[in-house]
């Protein structure tokens, strides 16, 4: 499929999908186990190398992005879960059972236990990391095996993505916006959520769809994981994550919208 939207930005990456599917797609690349590491950089080769990565929920390498394909709560038992908290936070420092989580520290290598000793900061404090994971953040247990992301050109007759996520500069980040915005009568109408960089493609584009007027997903606030793409990703570009209802949509207002004006034209040089 090839989308109109991408044709009159005339960006550098063109949008991919994510599709829940029962089957296997032919030479993608994706992880090996789910010991460790982060699943951006098997998506930033999708974006910019047009390769197709699958996941499930047994090669998923990392718990929050098992969350943020569909693949569960991530952690199975309440002690991962409370250093989980600890580590969106402040680490050690503000950890209410420093003795747990000190020994958890004990097993971690070197080469990351700093990181976990001193926390991500995502969050201000441990209470806060506590609050949004256990009460804001949708979780979903696909009844597919796969995640399968792959570019929207490979899209093939009868699949209906989950996500449509466009990789953007600040110009076409303003274009999709101002276009979104074009067809609402209300406002704010982009969620920046808190969250990972594969949540902001995955479950929270997947709470969207349950919304009688989903909204874009604005990504890539996420440092740590946005460090992992920089290879194949430069600094200045965001994921902008639309439901397939969304992104249809859109696609129909592009073609009679500013994006043939004058003004455009000037930004499309």
Not at 47 to 67: L, Q, S, Y
Not at 139 to 154: A, G, M, T
Request: proline share 5%; net charge negative.
């Amino acid at each position: 499929m090839e989308s109109n939207i991408a044709k009159e930005l005339n960006g550098k990456f063109k949008p991919i999908v994510l599709i829940k599917t029962d089957k296997a797609p032919e030479g993608a690349i994706g992880p090996k186990s789910d010991k460790g590491g982060c699943i951006m950089a098997f998506i930033a080769r999708v974006i910019a190398d047009r390769k197709t990565a699958v996941f499930t929920k047994e090669t998923c390498p990392c718990n929050g992005g098992k969350v943020g394909l569909g693949f569960g709560p991530g952690f199975e038992d309440e002690k991962s879960l409370e250093n989980h908290f600890s580590f969106l936070s402040n680490g050690l420092e503000g950890c209410p059972n420093k003795e747990q989580y000190q020994t958890f520290l004990n097993y971690l290598p070197e080469s990351t236990k700093e990181m976990f000793t001193h926390g991500e900061h995502v969050f201000a404090d441990y209470e806060t990391a506590k609050e949004h994971i256990t009460k804001h953040r949708p979780i979903y247990n696909n009844k597919e095996k796969y995640v399968v992301f792959k570019p929207l050109e490979d899209l093939e007759e009868g699949e209906i993505p989950s996500s449509v996520i466009f990789t953007i500069n600040p110009i076409e980040l303003a274009a999709l916006i101002h276009l979104d915005g074009s067809c609402r009568v209300d406002n704010a109408y982009t969620i920046t959520a808190q969250s990972a960089a594969c949540q902001d493609i995955g479950n929270i584009v997947f709470k969207q769809a349950e919304s009688d007027n989903p909204r874009p997903v604005l990504g890539l606030s996420d440092l740590a994981g946005r460090r992992h793409m920089r290879r194949w990703i430069p600094d200045e570009y965001m994921t902008y994550a639309l439901t397939w209802e969304l992104f249809l949509k859109l696609e129909k207002l592009s073609e009679d919208s500013f994006l043939q004006t004058k003004v455009w034209e000037e930004f499309k040089k």
